[in-house]
């Protein structure tokens, strides 16, 4: 089987990376730090075929993606993971770069990806795809304007890719995890450690494995099963009442 991976070079998708390469598949690992790709090359060895790519950029997507080697068309599973928060500001006073940058990555890029491989999979009626949205999708939080708005696309394009694609065999999944300490708060905080460690403490968080052993399920199931959505949380996050301002 070959997989696909956005976002490969740290997180979620390194984790899936080791995964997927420990029980036998091939992976096609993409990100845009060459370093990081070369470094998974070197610990993975043939069943890892590195591909340094921007999922922001169109061009760049298709371009990458036609001139894999032929040995490696045969896409079986896409995994949109790539995906990004940046600060939490209300939106009165957020940057704009940031939401362009959100919705460049968390929509366009996974939309950049879908529509290139999944013709292929289309054609030979097999394949699936998941895609990572988040908890934030469904439930808003102060901050989480743009970021969650993204989401809550990429939950609707899941369901909407399996109205598309009833009558073939490919199966399509949202993934949408809680609180998981990976670098991602550090991104969203430009790189402050102290304000990211700060969202974790006290609680023990999913870890970057969690969710790899949960796509892992996912690929695993029988043909004929299909797991629209699967939400996943620590045991310490919950959900929150309707806020309400008194004067």
Known sequence: ???????ATAG???AM???FINNGHKVIAT???MDRLEKLKADYGANLFPLQLDIQDRGNVATAIDNLPDEWKNIDVLINNAGLALGINPAQSASIEDWDTMVQTNINGLLYCTQKILPSMVKKNSGQIINLGSVAGEFPYAGGNVYGATKAFVHQFSMNLRVDLLGTKIRVTNVEPGMCQTEFSEVRFLGDKKKADAVY???????ADDIAETIEWIVSRPAHVNVNNISVMPVQQAFGGFAVHRD
Request: net charge positive; aromatic share 8%; hydrophobic share 50%.
């Open 201 to 207: 403490k006290g609680i023990h968080a999913l870890s």
């Open 31 to 33: 990100g845009r730090r």
């Open 17 to 19: 990376v080791k995964r």
């Open 1 to 7: 089987m070959i997989i696909f991976i956005t976002g």
């Open 12 to 14: 979620f998708g390194a």
